[in-house]
């Protein structure tokens, strides 16, 4: 089993930042690939960012692309995302994710792709 906890959620006005963190224990981290996924009311819980389990290879979707930053620590256990340039349809609910991805440069982007989530940090962005 691998635990996943965020951190860094809040509110921010637009324009603002944030860097969400996911700190995860249980299994060895870095053979695990990580990704952010994201949920507004009302609506699927959708693709943000990964990254694979060395951090050479990362995708964001293309809503966030030029603005939030995925990264990971494997000596810290942390996966991070960091978020610039927030609009208020950032606000939602943020989970981070994992699934066992050692050695190949794979990085999920669909839910179904994940076999582990985190309860999720709530992000609010106020125009």
């Known amino acids: 089993q691998v635990q996943l906890v965020e951190s860094g959620g809040g509110t921010v006005q637009a324009g603002g930042s944030l860097r969400l963190s996911c700190a995860a224990s249980?299994?060895?981290?870095?053979?695990?690939?990580m990704g952010w996924f994201s949920q507004a009311p009302g609506k699927e819980r959708e693709f943000v960012a990964g990254?694979?389990?060395?951090?050479?290879?990362?995708e964001h979707a293309d809503s966030v692309k030029g603005r939030f930053t995925i990264s990971r620590d494997n000596a810290e256990n942390t996966v991070y995302l960091q978020m610039n340039k927030l609009k208020p349809e950032d606000t939602a609910v943020y989970y981070c994710?994992?699934?066992w991805g050692l050695g190949t440069l794979r990085i999920g982007i669909r839910r179904h792709d994940y076999d582990y989530w985190g309860q999720g940090t709530q992000v609010t962005v106020s125009s």
């Open positions: 990254i694979n389990w060395s951090g050479g290879s990362t």
């Open positions: 249980g299994r060895t981290f870095s053979n695990y690939a």
């Open positions: 994710a994992a699934f």
